[in-house]
């Protein structure tokens, strides 16, 4: 019976490989997709706010030409406080909205995120540079057919579509918090490049208010 004690092994050492190589590259692909959802998110709910302040204004307007065209005299106020309370529940309706869309948007950025696998037949791949491979063993394993790997470049062709944009148009502003892709993605071979820190996370029940 052969003894697993290899498999084990080789599973130990591809898990702490990855650890050590991959590890800074999966933290900046939470750090760009948090940073690039949250500022969706705050755009979406500023829109909305600015769409239910302006319903607001027209109401009060409505309500000051009511009054003063039955009673010439401005509204009551306690039809003032009622306007500003309806005002303030919609603005926290509004934000819940915005907050449960996180899930819908956090899968967009990710699914933006390009990782790219150099093709078996590249130098860098057929001859590493390692000390290891050298000698009889690397021209026997030259002899013979070259095995298919799992995650060869080739076979990344064959991933899903991206979801589709969130319904609303991203934010455009030009003083979005984070850049664009730096010239860091390219030594990385991904689609992103490392943000600066992520704006404040707001907490669900409190919309951050304009």
């Not at 106020?77 to 926290?92: M, V, W, Y």
């Not at 899968?107 to 000698?135: H, I, K, M, W």
């Not at 064959?158 to 030009?174: D, F, I, K, Q, V």
Request: net charge positive; with cysteine; charged share 25%.
């Amino acid at each position: 019976m052969a003894c697993d004690c290899e498999a084990k092994g080789l599973e130990t050492a591809i898990r702490q490989a990855e650890a050590r190589m991959m590890q800074s590259i999966y933290n900046d692909i939470r750090s760009w997709v948090r940073a690039h959802a949250q500022d969706y998110i705050l755009e979406y709910f500023r829109l909305l706010t600015d769409r239910r302040k302006q319903a607001h204004t027209a109401h009060l307007d409505r309500l000051t030409a009511h009054a003063y065209h039955y009673y010439h005299a401005p509204p009551h106020p306690n039809e003032i406080a009622a306007a500003q309370a309806a005002l303030k529940r919609g603005i926290d309706e509004d934000w819940q909205a915005s907050v449960q869309r996180y899930p819908e948007v956090l899968e967009y950025f990710y699914s933006l995120v390009e990782l790219t696998l150099p093709a078996d037949d590249e130098q860098a791949v057929r001859d590493p540079p390692l000390s290891a491979l050298n000698g009889s063993r690397k021209a026997s394993r030259r002899a013979g057919p070259t095995p298919a790997t799992v995650a060869s470049g080739p076979s990344m062709a064959e991933l899903p579509g991206r979801r589709t944009p969130p319904a609303l148009a991203p934010p455009s502003r030009a003083e979005r918090r984070t850049p664009g892709p730096t010239a860091r993605e390219n030594r990385h071979s991904a689609g992103f490049g490392r943000p600066p820190a992520p704006p404040p996370t707001y907490g669900y029940g409190a919309p951050p208010y304009y």
